[in-house]
């Protein structure tokens, strides 16, 4: 089956697609589609036992970020649907739903960040992009709160053999994020991060090799000399392309550098 080509932006997304997104039977192929989903149609119209009174919670909250109604989102499912359902929601062939499921997984205190992580999983791998980042947005604050134990948790995921799972580790502990809040210890030490980031230097894959050049931009906000000197220390050791390609675009911020 050919790939659909999804709508540029949410004035020009199609009324039949955006029905189809809302009753929760097609995955949104943009941003722009992720954006323009209704939370609260698709949510009364895939799980009808959800009481009016949560459902209107959600159209309350139609002008809040994206972030914080996907959270909403997942904290009304916790409430209103039971654990056999919401153990099948990784499953559901929506990806907001997905999405939804995958933020729920962070709503229990008790449960250890390692565990979070074993979940989390099934998300980071997903075949959809989207989900795929909502699975790093809604585990960061619990990385960004225990970052050093997390990076030692996220150093295996370095080196799998997936490349979602590779940037995934990237992804989640970038100093200053997308759609999130910053790291402040990153911020302020970025060598924290330097045994994630050896372990892609030389990845294959051009996903994980732009996060990792992400993630080192992030960082030359803060310190330019770190990463001037990170990047000389590969250039140094390797002349490989993909050293070259991350390199240069982790230095594209970065004023009267040593290039």
């Known amino acids: 089956?050919?790939?659909?080509?999804?709508?540029?932006?949410?004035?020009?997304?199609?009324?039949?697609?955006?029905?189809?997104?809302?009753?929760?039977?097609?995955?949104?192929?943009?941003?722009?589609?992720?954006?323009?989903?209704?939370?609260?149609?698709?949510?009364?119209?895939?799980?009808?036992?959800?009481?009016?009174?949560?459902i209107d919670r959600m159209?309350?909250?139609?002008?809040?970020?994206?972030?914080?109604?996907?959270?909403?989102?997942?904290?009304?499912?916790?409430?209103?649907?039971?654990?056999?359902?919401?153990?099948?929601?990784?499953?559901?062939?929506?990806?907001?739903?997905?999405?939804?499921?995958?933020?729920?997984?962070?709503?229990?205190?008790?449960?250890?960040?390692e565990t979070q992580l074993d979940w989390i999983r099934p998300f980071a791998n997903d075949d959809h992009f989207g989900v795929r980042e909502w699975a790093w947005l809604a585990l960061r604050p619990?990385?960004?709160?225990?970052?050093?134990?997390?990076?030692?948790?996220?150093?295996?995921?370095?080196?799998?053999?997936?490349?979602?799972?590779?940037?995934?580790?990237?992804?989640v502990t970038r100093p200053r994020g997308v759609w999130s809040k910053h790291i402040a210890e990153l911020k302020a030490a970025p060598n924290l991060g330097e045994g994630l980031l050896d372990r892609v230097m030389e990845d294959p894959s051009r996903?994980?090799?732009d996060s990792a050049a992400n993630w080192l931009n992030d960082a030359s906000k803060s310190h330019p000399d770190w990463v001037i000197d990170y990047c000389d220390k590969w250039r140094n050791k390797s002349d490989s392309q993909t050293v070259s390609y991350i390199t240069r675009r982790a230095l594209r911020s970065v004023s009267n550098s040593k290039t």
């Not at 697609?17 to 941003?31: D, E, F, K, P």
């Not at 409430?79 to 499921?101: C, F, V």
């Open 1 to 54: 089956m050919a790939t659909r080509i999804g709508a540029r932006s949410k004035e020009t997304v199609d009324r039949s697609v955006l029905q189809q997104l809302n009753a929760g039977i097609l995955q949104t192929a943009t941003l722009s589609e992720c954006l323009s989903v209704d939370f609260a149609v698709l949510m009364a119209t895939v799980f009808p036992e959800i009481d009016s009174e949560a």
């Open 59 to 113: 159209k309350a909250a139609e002008s809040l970020g994206i972030t914080k109604r996907m959270a909403l989102a997942a904290a009304i499912l916790s409430e209103q649907l039971d654990s056999k359902m919401l153990n099948r929601l990784y499953q559901h062939p929506s990806d907001t739903i997905r999405g939804w499921a995958a933020y729920g997984i962070t709503l229990d205190s008790s449960v250890n960040l």
């Open 142 to 171: 619990m990385i960004a709160k225990e970052i050093t134990h997390s990076i030692q948790l996220l150093l295996p995921w370095a080196i799998d053999e997936s490349a979602n799972i590779r940037r995934f580790a990237i992804e």
């Open 207 to 209: 996903y994980v090799q």
